[in-house]
């Protein structure tokens, strides 16, 4: 495959990017302070406070039957061994086990090392983490150096990208660092005062610091958004827009997201020019392999139909979703005083509690996760039995991404929704 980093005559890293005026820069990134408070106070990251009028879906869109599902298991035309990859980016794939890419990291490979902007509609599970992360840090080794900026919507997905890079770059020298809201912002200050290859980031958290003067966006000549859509659902658009504005002219953007709204053309285009679009599924986006069910019940009732249902021994691993932080918290108070092990996640936890907790339910500690929607997409846990809904979600494609964190891996999933009568 062609593996070089030259984009044409308006593209490419800039030499004057390698040094801050004032002295050299250490070898392994940039990062730097600068920038003025934009208008408006600071704002954390995490959940934002809903305002929008509870209307659930229809029940009947929250009904089927699964569909086994095939061919879903992409076959790659090559291994990251053919391709013109570092050898130290080699070694570090294979003792990560990785040995031959995804769909979209086989497609968009070539795009994304000839600089080209990226639009790529892929959901959790298809690699799309990797389809940026390989091709960058292929390039760190190769080229010189530069910043690459990743913005994501929650906690959980900015930590996930930060591991994998930390992952794939095993051996080298290069480093990162997850600036995100539920931790001490005097630990991320005194962290930026050295230079870093990647930053990934909550919108909110990289407000509250760029309008502090201790992040200069300019310093990252590529950015990535991922979870797009998600942001969008977030309320982070205006966030994501001035930061982006911030960083100036960039050699580089690119921008994931699991859906594509036509409204949202125009806000696409102001961070695109000309891109090259990528299109993949991992199988889950439709929930067609998940048997998805309703249960009508009493409002006065919920709690203790929850409870019986969590006596059914089938139910091993169950994630159940609510819609706001306070019913999270009434849910998960009633299961842990029936002496059902379960834990909670919501933008009231700080992050360190957060990631506890999803720890304590990828080892089995807990037998349920109680959460808010900001863990209905980039989380990425293998054999979650059954996603319940113990509220109906007021929008679809927010309810398609919850049940999706079941049924990964080509099995079949159960996701059963409560209806008021």
């Given at each position: 495959m062609e593996?070089?980093?030259?984009?044409?005559?308006?593209?490419?890293?800039?030499?004057?990017?390698?040094n801050k005026p004032g002295g050299s820069r250490p070898a392994g990134g940039r990062n730097g302070g600068g920038g003025s408070r934009p208008s408006g106070g600071p704002?954390?990251?995490?959940?934002r406070r809903s305002t929008h009028v509870y209307k659930p879906i229809d029940a009947h869109l929250m009904v089927h039957e699964a569909v086994p599902m095939k061919d879903v298991t992409y076959v790659s035309e090559t291994k990251y061994d053919d391709w013109d990859l570092h050898p130290k980016l080699k070694i570090a794939l294979r003792a990560a086990g990785f040995k031959a890419p995804t769909e979209i990291q086989e497609k968009a490979f070539s795009a994304i090392v000839q600089l080209k902007d990226i639009m790529g509609i892929a959901t959790t599970g298809t690699g799309k983490t990797g389809a940026f992360l390989i091709p960058i840090i292929d390039a760190l080794l190769k080229d010189e150096p530069f910043q690459t900026l990743v913005l994501a919507p929650t906690r959980e997905l900015a930590l996930q990208i930060e591991q994998e890079f930390i992952t794939l770059t095993k051996g080298m020298t290069f480093t990162s660092l997850t600036l995100i809201g539920g931790r001490n912002i005097n630990t991320d200050i005194q962290k930026l005062k050295r230079d870093y290859d990647l930053i990934v980031a909550t919108p909110g958290r990289l407000k509250d610091l760029h309008g502090q003067g201790k992040i200069d966006l300019k310093e990252a000549s590529v950015?990535?958004?991922?979870?797009?859509?998600?942001?969008?659902?977030?309320g982070f658009q205006k966030d994501v827009v001035f930061l982006a504005d911030q960083m100036g002219q960039r050699d580089q953007t690119m921008l994931f997201s699991a859906t594509l709204d036509k409204s949202q053309q125009k806000l696409i285009d102001h961070f695109l020019?000309?891109?090259?679009?990528?299109?993949?599924?991992?199988g889950e986006a439709s929930a067609e392999h998940i048997n998805q069910t309703v249960r009508y019940v009493d409002p006065e009732n919920k709690l203790d139909e929850l409870v019986r249902l969590m006596r059914e021994p089938e139910l091993k691993r169950v994630l159940i979703f609510a819609e706001t932080k306070h019913r999270v918290k009434k849910v998960t108070k009633k299961l842990q005083q029936e002496g059902i092990p379960a834990d909670e996640i919501h933008g009231n936890k700080s992050q360190n509690?957060?990631?506890?907790?999803?720890?304590?339910?990828?080892?089995?500690?807990?037998?349920?996760?109680?959460?808010?929607?900001?863990?209905?997409r980039g989380l990425d846990i293998d054999d979650v039995t059954h996603v319940i809904n113990f509220e109906a979600p007021t929008d679809y494609d927010v309810y398609i991404h919850r049940v999706g964190r079941t049924g990964r891996a080509g099995k079949t999933g159960e996701a059963i929704t409560f209806v008021d009568k």
């Amino acid at each position: 495959m062609e593996n070089s980093r030259s984009g044409g005559a308006t593209k490419g890293r800039p030499a004057n990017r390698r040094n801050k005026p004032g002295g050299s820069r250490p070898a392994g990134g940039r990062n730097g302070g600068g920038g003025s408070r934009p208008s408006g106070g600071p704002r954390g990251g995490g959940d934002r406070r809903s305002t929008h009028v509870y209307k659930p879906i229809d029940a009947h869109l929250m009904v089927h039957e699964a569909v086994p599902m095939k061919d879903v298991t992409y076959v790659s035309e090559t291994k990251y061994d053919d391709w013109d990859l570092h050898p130290k980016l080699k070694i570090a794939l294979r003792a990560a086990g990785f040995k031959a890419p995804t769909e979209i990291q086989e497609k968009a490979f070539s795009a994304i090392v000839q600089l080209k902007d990226i639009m790529g509609i892929a959901t959790t599970g298809t690699g799309k983490t990797g389809a940026f992360l390989i091709p960058i840090i292929d390039a760190l080794l190769k080229d010189e150096p530069f910043q690459t900026l990743v913005l994501a919507p929650t906690r959980e997905l900015a930590l996930q990208i930060e591991q994998e890079f930390i992952t794939l770059t095993k051996g080298m020298t290069f480093t990162s660092l997850t600036l995100i809201g539920g931790r001490n912002i005097n630990t991320d200050i005194q962290k930026l005062k050295r230079d870093y290859d990647l930053i990934v980031a909550t919108p909110g958290r990289l407000k509250d610091l760029h309008g502090q003067g201790k992040i200069d966006l300019k310093e990252a000549s590529v950015l990535i958004l991922d979870e797009f859509d998600r942001m969008l659902d977030m309320g982070f658009q205006k966030d994501v827009v001035f930061l982006a504005d911030q960083m100036g002219q960039r050699d580089q953007t690119m921008l994931f997201s699991a859906t594509l709204d036509k409204s949202q053309q125009k806000l696409i285009d102001h961070f695109l020019t000309d891109p090259v679009t990528f299109k993949v599924s991992s199988g889950e986006a439709s929930a067609e392999h998940i048997n998805q069910t309703v249960r009508y019940v009493d409002p006065e009732n919920k709690l203790d139909e929850l409870v019986r249902l969590m006596r059914e021994p089938e139910l091993k691993r169950v994630l159940i979703f609510a819609e706001t932080k306070h019913r999270v918290k009434k849910v998960t108070k009633k299961l842990q005083q029936e002496g059902i092990p379960a834990d909670e996640i919501h933008g009231n936890k700080s992050q360190n509690y957060r990631q506890k907790a999803l720890d304590d339910f990828k080892r089995g500690k807990i037998r349920a996760l109680c959460a808010t929607d900001v863990a209905a997409r980039g989380l990425d846990i293998d054999d979650v039995t059954h996603v319940i809904n113990f509220e109906a979600p007021t929008d679809y494609d927010v309810y398609i991404h919850r049940v999706g964190r079941t049924g990964r891996a080509g099995k079949t999933g159960e996701a059963i929704t409560f209806v008021d009568k």
